[in-house]
């Protein structure tokens, strides 16, 4: 079996879980702010990146690992020249397993213009989306911003048809008349969860060289959220975890996050709304 239809197994097991379905997308450069009311009234905007970070790097990453993969022998199992044989059943392995995986994304090919021009079109007809670029390699620059009622939860982003278990920003509501803001998707320190499934899927499903070592995963590069997360309210904060704490706004008071490499939690507050 290939590194590569490995890798595909693997993800396919993973395929209904949050740890994948929840990191096909993340940020990149970003200005968000989020104002909520004491009646629960509630406006969401964010300009800038959306970056899918996701099966085209793990497709790669298996394809970079299965060609430099010798075969081996089979007795005494040396190493030795692939056969074009085997060479062609890695091939038509390698690409059953790309395709299984672009099935994961909905069937987006971030290098397939149509593809992409598909997407695009997507997520624009969705309600909020005012309007979504594509700019190369796997980044989306967008703007979105909509305005609604807390009667339930929120989440962005979400995207039709496609499994999000995670989010950028999200507001879950509390009895007691209290609403809990957190922003899992701006804390790039906490640790990126897709580089985390490349190297784990990696280890566990890479075929172990001559000397009964695994076969080292190359390095992954992920893109790293950078900007500005901002709540205003004049609903009572009950706790956050800001550096400065609430600062004076003509609409209320204003908590700033300023998320960058350095950031080592997701911005969090909780809020109490008027009876």
């Known amino acids: 079996m290939t590194i590569f239809k490995r890798l595909t197994a693997a993800a396919t097991l993973l395929a209904g879980s949050a740890m994948l379905s929840g990191c096909l997308f993340q940020p990149g450069t970003f200005d968000a702010t989020l104002h909520i009311t004491s009646d629960r009234q509630f406006a969401f905007e964010y300009r800038g990146e959306i970056v899918m970070a996701g099966m085209d790097q793990l497709a790669d990453m298996a394809q970079e690992a299965e060609g430099e993969r010798p075969c081996y022998s089979d007795d005494g199992g040396k190493e030795r020249p692939c056969t074009e044989e085997e060479l062609a059943e890695r091939a038509r392995e390698d690409a059953m397993g790309r395709q299984m995986m672009e099935g994961m994304l909905g069937g987006a090919d971030m290098s397939d213009p149509e593809s992409v021009a598909e997407m695009t079109a997507m997520l624009e007809r969705q309600h909020g989306w005012n309007s979504v670029e594509f700019i190369g390699d796997g980044v989306f620059m967008v703007d979105f911003s909509i305005t609604s009622t807390l009667a339930h939860d929120f989440d962005f982003p979400t995207f039709e048809d496609m499994p999000m278990s995670n989010s950028f920003v999200q507001v879950r509501l509390r009895d007691e008349n209290r609403a809990r803001i957190a922003a899992p998707g701006f804390s790039p320190a906490a640790g990126n969860p897709m580089s985390a499934m490349f190297l784990g899927m990696f280890n566990a499903f890479s075929e172990p060289t001559i000397d009964g070592e695994t ?29 400065e704490g609430p600062v004076d706004d003509p609409r209320g008071v204003m908590l700033v996050w300023d998320i960058d490499s350095t950031t080592t939690a997701a911005p969090t507050a909780l809020l109490e709304f008027a009876q």
């Open 215 to 243: 076969q080292a995963p190359p390095p992954v590069e992920m893109r790293q959220p950078e900007g500005t997360f901002r709540l205003i309210t004049d609903a009572r904060v009950l706790a956050n975890n800001t550096d």
